[in-house]
């Protein structure tokens, strides 16, 4: 679990996000693609965990709870929806 208030620190990129020199000896295009996945997944993770920690503070938890994680994901989903109609209030 998270501390709600606790303070995400990042001293630099993560490993994933540093930025490519060049592929390594032998490295294919396809793992270059491969990264690329993990680092924009990461990414997504990232942002969900930050959502969810602020949906925390919100309601004055102390801990990020999977409710919090559950409302993050939904209100992720229904931003890049088209369909509208299933945004409400999670059940």
Avoid: Y
């Avoid at 990461?42 to 919100?58: K, N, W």
């Avoid at 409710?67 to 993050?72: G, L, N, Q, T």
């Amino acid at each position: 679990m998270h501390l709600c208030g606790a303070q995400l620190q990042t001293p630099g990129p993560a490993p994933l996000q540093r930025p490519r020199r060049g592929l390594a000896a032998g490295a294919s295009p396809r793992e270059a693609d491969d990264q690329g996945r993990q680092s924009a997944q990461f990414a997504h993770i990232e942002a969900l965990l930050m959502e969810a920690a602020t949906l925390c503070q919100a309601r004055s938890g102390a801990l990020v709870e999977p409710a919090d994680v559950h409302a993050a994901q939904h209100a992720t989903n229904c931003a890049t929806t088209t369909r509208k109609s299933n945004c409400t209030n999670p059940s």
